[in-house]
């Protein structure tokens, strides 16, 4: 009985010692694994309801750019990346982001169409947390505006450049009274006011005669548009994005208005809206755009497109170059800090120039804004590609429609 | 805070028959959720998933045919695919649920919604889809001075058939006699030997056709995407309670003053049109608790 009991206990310890032994093991070989891992990205976005298709088109650009990249490696690693679902919800969105900061741990953060939700993780999540976060969708210009900071990267255009570019296009016009109406949440307004400071400034004549807000996705637009058009004002801009914008091209179709009232709506030249409504689509409605698939029409450009159509079927959105340039933005400036390690990042992002599919971006230092030109153009029907594309497109460069750095650092300071 | 500056009787014309035109998919939609409410008591939160698959069934039918009979075809094939889907929900699920409090019902319809939901973004992806109106229903006519869609003056055609069709069925059809009878007494209707578990059947399937005509009939006038359901959902819901739950007339009366006030609200405070049509039904639900016509609850 007694040997048994030693023998068990034998055992018993002999387990121990195994035991604590590869726990021990394990402890020591924990950190050189963290060093030897891939560099992880972890994109936060909407993969549901109404805006998951630009998601999704991000996150395409974002996988054609990786799969280039990954083959020769950044500093002798992968990049991987991990994707959170944020239901275009601000509370999920910063939920997301901090579960891929703590437990997952990610280098960067990327994310999303929610201009709500990327200025919450941007305050919330990568300014406390001191972890980079590049925004390639959302386009309230707050985010790398007065809201700016350290660890906040822009790759799309935002308000700012598109109200720029808009004022710029109506200044040269003989219209004066102005109705604005669009979707009543922070992308509506932001678009609407930047538009009209910079119409204001550079044609200080006009006036608003009426405003109409409804609430986005509003699926009947046909009162607002009547009443405006009662109005009779000289020009409309709509302030509106997504779904929203393709009920408003219907109505605009439906009810003639086009041929009416000469109107202006940032997007409105966008393939994903475009598209779907195939002939129905108005014509002569003025649009801004930082990409076109077919425009500008340069080798770089039709290799991406080509690529992109054979890996995912249809031509490439804004947010599919957005991602794309993304993804390049994030091995270059990891090659260039020479190891992984996130303030080194960052000094490296700061005016880092990548070859893009529309020529050369540079994320400029002052605002961690990527310098994009907007391209403005008027919906025309195209034979080539049976719908209705941006005809007649006038490039205004990144320098022309983007704050200074002095403006964006007063806001900043406010 | 600048109101539009005229407000013309021109003006308050146009607005009407805009107003009554969206009032008509209103009351198509939420006809179909009263019905429901009335006859079987259940409140169908996935009643507006089921409008949003009608309109993409109408999207589907439409892009295999094409042209001016695709667009037809959608409309009667768009609402039978809804009414088969809710047919397999209703025998293989609702009809185990019945005697379940209502608790129970609005969280399985509940469920229901969400995986519809998913399913629609299975079948058909995220993308927005879009489908055309047949030639003659494009452009807008000129009517008191402002252009007034084509397609809207067949919509304002389309409700009044829907609700003189839904009246002749449950007023002079024999199946529609006994559902209106099992709304008010279904222990009745089961005492006289009539097999009540099928008649919840039909007017189930009944009340979900509806909501697919809407979709396929609001199809060419919107995008089709996800979400769509959950706008249409909530709107159905405050007409039935406004104008009496499981009342059909109700249902008419509420997506009226909905539509109505909702058109007008954009004329008279462009800004702030949104709050109109919840006013009304804050003002209606304050005077007439139980809404305006009788409910059958």
Aim: hydrophobic share 50%; charged share 20%; aromatic share 10%.
């Amino acid at each position: 009985m007694s040997g048994k009991k030693q023998n068990l206990s034998g055992i018993a310890g002999l387990v121990c010692v195994t035991v604590g032994g590869i726990l021990l093991l394990g402890l020591l070989f924990c950190p050189i694994q963290a060093i030897a891992r891939d560099i992880k990205v972890g994109i936060i976005d909407c993969y549901s309801g109404p805006p998951a298709v630009y998601a999704k088109d991000a996150l395409n650009g974002f996988k054609l750019a990786l799969k280039d990249i990954n083959k020769k490696g950044v500093l002798g690693k992968k990049i991987v990346f991990t994707t959170r679902d944020t239901k275009f919800k601000v509370d999920i969105a910063l939920n997301m982001a901090k579960e891929l900061v703590m437990r997952e741990d990610v280098d960067i953060l990327v994310g999303t169409i929610n201009s709500g939700a990327s200025l919450g993780v941007s305050e919330a999540v990568a300014k406390k947390e001191k972890v980079p976060f590049i925004v390639w969708i959302a386009k309230s210009e707050r985010i790398t505006g007065e809201k700016g900071h350290r660890y906040v990267f822009s790759t799309g255009e935002n308000t700012a450049m598109a109200g720029k570019a808009g004022g710029v296009a109506l200044s040269k016009k003989p219209y004066k009274r102005y109705w604005i109406a669009g979707d009543d949440y922070e992308y509506g307004h932001a678009i609407g006011n930047a538009a009209w400071r910079n119409l204001k400034k550079l044609k200080p004549d006009v006036e608003v005669i009426g405003k109409s807000w409804w609430k986005p996705g509003e699926p009947d637009l046909i009162p607002y548009l009547t009443s405006i058009m009662a109005a009779k004002p000289d020009a409309v801009i709509f302030c509106t994005g997504g779904r929203s914008m393709t009920n408003v091209m219907k109505a605009i179709k439906a009810t003639g208005m086009a041929k009416k009232v000469p109107i202006w709506i940032h997007t409105a030249t966008d393939h994903a809206v475009l598209k779907p409504l195939g002939k129905e689509a108005p014509e002569g409605v003025m649009g801004t755009m930082d990409y076109h698939f077919y425009y500008p029409d340069i080798p770089s450009n039709r290799a991406f497109v080509k690529a992109f159509k054979a890996a995912y079927g249809n031509p490439p959105g804004f947010p599919a170059f957005h991602g794309y340039i993304t993804a390049k933005f994030i091995a270059k400036a990891f090659e260039k800090a020479g190891k992984i390690n996130k303030e080194k990042f960052i000094d490296a992002m700061e005016g880092l120039k990548i070859e893009g599919p529309t020529g050369t971006v540079e994320m400029r230092a002052c605002d961690h804004q990527a310098v994009l030109p907007m391209f403005l153009g008027v919906t025309k029907y195209s034979p080539k590609y049976g719908v209705v594309i941006s005809s007649n497109i006038v490039t205004l460069t990144g320098d022309e429609v983007m704050p200074s750095c002095q403006e964006i650092m007063k806001a900043r300071h406010k | 805070m600048e109101a539009a500056h005229a407000v013309t009787f021109a003006a308050l014309g146009s607005h009407l028959l805009v107003g009554l035109s969206r009032a008509m998919i209103l009351f198509i939609v939420s006809s179909g959720l009263s019905f429901v409410l009335g006859v079987l008591r259940v409140p169908n939160v996935a009643h507006g998933s089921l409008y949003m698959i009608g309109a993409f069934s109408a999207y589907t039918v439409f892009t295999a045919v094409g042209g001016q009979t695709g667009f037809w075809l959608a409309l009667v094939l768009a609402p039978l695919v809804v009414a088969a889907v809710s047919f397999v929900a209703e025998r293989s699920l609702f009809c185990r649920l019945y005697e379940r409090e209502h608790l129970m019902l609005l969280l399985f319809t509940f469920a229901l919604m969400l995986i519809l939901d998913d399913l629609v973004k299975i079948i058909w992806g995220a993308d927005y889809r879009s489908i055309m109106a047949p030639d003659y229903f494009k452009g807008s006519v000129n009517i008191f001075g402002s252009s007034f869609p084509k397609y809207n003056l067949f919509l304002l055609a389309a409700g009044p058939v829907v609700a003189v069709g839904l009246w002749l069925f449950t007023n002079r059809t024999k199946i529609g006699k006994i559902a209106r009878a099992a709304a008010v007494d279904r222990e009745m209707v089961g005492a006289v030997g009539i097999n009540v578990s099928w008649v919840f059947a039909f007017a189930f399937v009944l009340g979900c056709f509806l909501a697919g005509l809407g979709g396929a009939l609001v199809a060419p006038t919107v995008s089709i995407t996800l979400g769509m359901d959950h706008d249409i959902i909530i709107e159905a819901f405050l007409i039935v309670t406004i104008g009496g739950l499981g009342n059909m007339w109700g249902a008419m009366v509420g997506s009226l003053i909905f539509g109505i006030t909702q058109s007008f609200g954009v004329l008279l405070w462009p800004q702030f049109a949104i709050v109109f049509p919840y006013a009304a039904v804050v003002i209606v639900l304050l005077a007439r608790p139980t809404g305006l016509l009788k409910s059958v609850w």
